[in-house]
């Protein structure tokens, strides 16, 4: 009878003890979980897409840039948040014998064209001036708000850009050309008016390595297509429409996101896996000394999607504020903590 | 100092090429002669190559399958010809305009100037037939040109067929940017010296024509066809055009490309191309390009396309050989080769302009520009530069005797000196 009883006295804390433990395990999970939230520190995703080439024969370029812009809203980045720039009108072009597509693949089953396309700068907009005042926020009052990158210190942008290049410079519309100077320059005028958290910047030109070769501003992740001296080559010959329609390296992407969803966990280091030199032909690059995480902690989605955090938790969690991640994106400002 | 400008030098080197100035001319003009030659040989020729980006490889899916209708088209046509003794221009009108083209006719006269045996002076008229194919999506501000010469002694009335049949092929497709004009002229040359004219609304040749109803844009290439009978063994093809001017290699090159692609067999100048370089490809080489080079030199177009060249609008003349050999080629695989080069001219943005326009042909897949071949005329004129050179020392050498070539008289002798070493100042200074 007493050793019953001594028995029961004995297992109650015990009980208590591990109920407690489990309790405790389980509310640092929550806790874990809510510290994701504050993980990557951005709250909004925009896109700007850039195609720098005219003409029938650069029908890659324009399929290379509409891929992306099909998996980035696929993704979830809105028609709003995305500055989406082609030199030339592929679709409608005379020369192509499928009007009002553009197809990325010549079994022709992807039409990237779509029907929900929207174009902000066409034609002869797409210029080293314009691009330059869509990054820097310089725009006259009069632009409409679908030409304008309206980011802030929250946002991260990916930028995407095709056409022909060379050793430190892209070609505009066989007319002018930026180099890998002013584009440097034009980011750190991005972080100086705080107008991204991290940017992705991604290339796809011949010897495109030394378009990223100059960034000098924090948060900045690059890839390229080629090394310079290398030449970026392209994809899909269609004898059907006549012209290449990819490029090697913008191809095995396309294919790489297309596993994407909104809630996949890829990180980075496999997009710097994408397109290896047997299949790339040229040596595809990547850059991440500017950046402060970790790129196998950076998801796809991070860049390539608008992916809305919610989790549902039955308790109340009290935030702390990780000084680790706040400190390393650069910005003071203050949690209010109920 | 340099070389010419040290007077104690250049009197040494004046004196040593006056010396030498016999075998200086002789060894010059062997080696222009040598290097002419030489032309043929692998180290001075090289490989065509496609210059023009926008016109890529040969990269099209060709689709031409009209023989038969060609060959319809062709009896017919050749059956109102015997009839009419003419071109029958009402019944290529009408099957112009079923196909779907726009459909306009010109008629031209010339006397010409020579006098026949027959009469005084002769007098030919005649009458142009063409039909155009508008771009469906794009605005007509180019054209390209598919032309069949018939004259009184060649029908060509395969070629005709196979036009036809080409124009109800093109008219089904919608990557079009540019008009297609199909033209079918009368008294072969004639007939397109006077549509050029008036398409250009110019009057060289004094030829009488009437002013042309339809106009396509700026022609940017265009084709001429002669084919001899509806299978062919061969296609040759001719460049040189009126006084020698020769159409942009890249127009050559994609024409060599197609041949390659459809396997079809294509000749420069007769002369089949040679299968390696080695055992007597280069004599070969060499007679190729011996043979352009006097036709050239003859000033004659070698076809309707030479006439074309002069308005700067680059064109061939593709002719089907029929001869003895085992394997021949149906209209179809010559449809089909004129197709893909149509497809990729229409590629066009410019006019082509990136290749040569100046070169020599010792094989279809070889060439020989201008800053190569141009060294072999060079070295032949210094033979005429070393002989100027040592003429006014020869008169100068000898001592004043009699009266001076010149006749002027006592005050020449005098001042014969003075002009000897004057001149020798002024023509090496």
């Not at chain 1, 510290?35 to 909004?44: D, K, V």
């Not at chain 1, 500017?290 to 955090?309: A, Y």
């Not at chain 2, 265009?222 to 290699?249: F, Y």
């Not at chain 2, 041949?259 to 070969?284: M, R, V, Y």
Request: proline share 5%; glycine share 8%; net charge neutral.
């Amino acid at each position: 009878m007493a050793a019953t009883s001594y028995c029961s006295r004995a297992v109650a804390p015990l009980a208590g003890l591990l109920l407690l433990s489990f309790g405790s395990l389980a509310t640092s999970q929550i806790e874990e979980q809510a510290e994701q939230f504050f993980r990557s520190g951005h709250t909004n995703n925009w896109a700007v897409l850039v195609c720098t080439s005219r003409f029938w024969f650069n029908y890659r370029h324009v399929a290379n840039t509409l891929s992306v812009y099909r998996s980035v809203k696929r993704l979830g980045i809105p028609d709003s948040h995305i500055v989406l720039m082609l030199a030339d009108d592929m679709a409608c072009n005379p020369r192509n014998p499928k009007p009002a597509t553009v197809f990325s693949h010549k079994n022709m089953e992807l039409n990237v064209y779509g029907d929900d396309v929207e174009v902000d700068y066409r034609s002869y907009e797409v210029t080293v001036e314009n691009f330059l005042r869509v990054l820097t926020g310089r725009i006259p009052p009069s632009t409409p708000r679908s030409k304008r990158l309206l980011s802030d210190d929250r946002s991260n942008i990916l930028i995407y850009m095709t056409g022909h290049g060379g050793n430190g410079f892209l070609k505009f519309q066989d007319s002018e050309e930026i180099t890998n100077i002013e584009l440097a320059d034009a980011f750190e005028q991005m972080w100086q008016k705080r107008r991204y958290n991290e940017l992705l910047f991604i290339i796809d030109t011949c010897q495109g390595a030394s378009m990223y070769e100059r960034f000098y501003s924090p948060n900045i992740m690059a890839l390229a297509s080629s090394q310079v001296g290398e030449d970026s080559l392209s994809h899909q010959p269609d004898p059907a429409i006549g012209v290449h329609l990819m490029d090697r390296y913008t191809f095995y992407v396309l294919e790489f996101l297309e596993e994407i969803n909104p809630a996949s966990q890829t990180n980075m280091n496999d997009l710097f896996q994408v397109c290896p030199k047997s299949l790339c032909v040229s040596t595809p690059g990547h850059r991440t000394d500017l950046f402060q995480r970790d790129p196998k902690n950076v998801l796809i989605t991070d860049f390539f999607g608008s992916v809305r955090k919610v989790e549902i938790t039955t308790e109340t969690i009290s935030l702390q504020t990780d000084l680790g991640i706040l400190e390393s994106s650069g910005h003071t400002w203050k949690l209010l903590v109920p | 100092m340099g070389l010419l400008s040290d007077p104690v030098r250049r009197r040494a080197l004046v004196r040593l090429v006056l010396r030498l100035n016999a075998p200086l001319c002789v060894l010059s003009y062997a080696a222009g002669i040598a290097w002419f030659l030489a032309l043929a040989f692998p180290p001075l020729t090289q490989r065509t190559y496609m210059s023009e980006n926008a016109m890529g490889s040969t990269m099209v899916e060709e689709q031409f399958a009209g023989g038969d209708r060609a060959r319809a088209w062709a009896r017919d046509f050749g059956a109102h010809r015997r009839k009419l003794g003419a071109l029958p221009a009402a019944w290529l009108e009408r099957t112009m305009r079923s196909v779907g083209l726009e459909v306009y006719t010109q008629s031209f006269s010339r006397k010409l100037p020579f006098p026949d045996e027959t009469h005084e002076r002769y007098m030919v008229s005649g009458t142009n037939v063409y039909g155009i194919l508008r771009a469906p999506r794009a605005a007509s501000t180019e054209s390209l040109v598919l032309t069949v010469p018939c004259g009184p002694d060649s029908t060509n009335s395969q070629a005709v067929g196979l036009l036809l049949a080409l124009a109800a092929h093109f008219r089904g497709q919608i990557y079009w940017a540019k008009d297609i004009i199909f033209l079918v002229t009368e008294h072969d040359l004639l007939g397109t010296e006077a549509w050029l004219e008036a398409y250009h609304d110019v009057n060289v040749t004094g030829m009488q024509s009437s002013p042309l109803q339809g106009r396509a844009g700026a022609i940017q290439a265009a084709v001429a066809l002669e084919l001899s009978s509806d299978v062919v063994t061969s296609l040759d093809v001719a460049v040189e055009g009126l006084n020698g001017q020769l159409p942009n290699l890249d127009l050559l090159n994609l024409f060599q490309t197609f041949c390659q692609k459809g396997g079809l067999l294509c000749t420069l100048q007769g002369k089949l191309q040679p299968q390696d370089w080695t055992s007597d490809g280069p004599l070969q080489g060499l007679q190729t390009l011996l043979l352009m080079v006097l036709q050239q030199a003859s000033g004659r177009p070698h076809g309707p396309h030479g006439l074309f060249l002069r308005y700067r609008v680059e064109a061939l003349t593709l002719r089907g050989i029929n001869s003895f050999r085992q394997y021949k080629y149906d209209l179809v695989a010559v449809g089909k080769a004129l197709e893909g080069m149509f497809r990729k001219l229409n590629h066009l943005l410019e006019r082509l302009h990136q290749s040569f326009f100046f070169y020599l042909l010792p094989a279809l897949s070889r060439f020989v520009s201008i800053g190569l071949y141009m060294p072999a005329a060079g070295f032949l004129l210094l033979v005429l530069g070393l002989k100027i050179s040592s003429a006014p020392q020869s008169t100068c050498d000898q001592p004043p005797s009699g009266p001076s070539p010149l006749g002027l008289g006592q005050g020449w002798r005098t001042y014969d000196t003075r002009v000897r070493g004057d001149m020798q100042t002024h023509f090496f200074g």
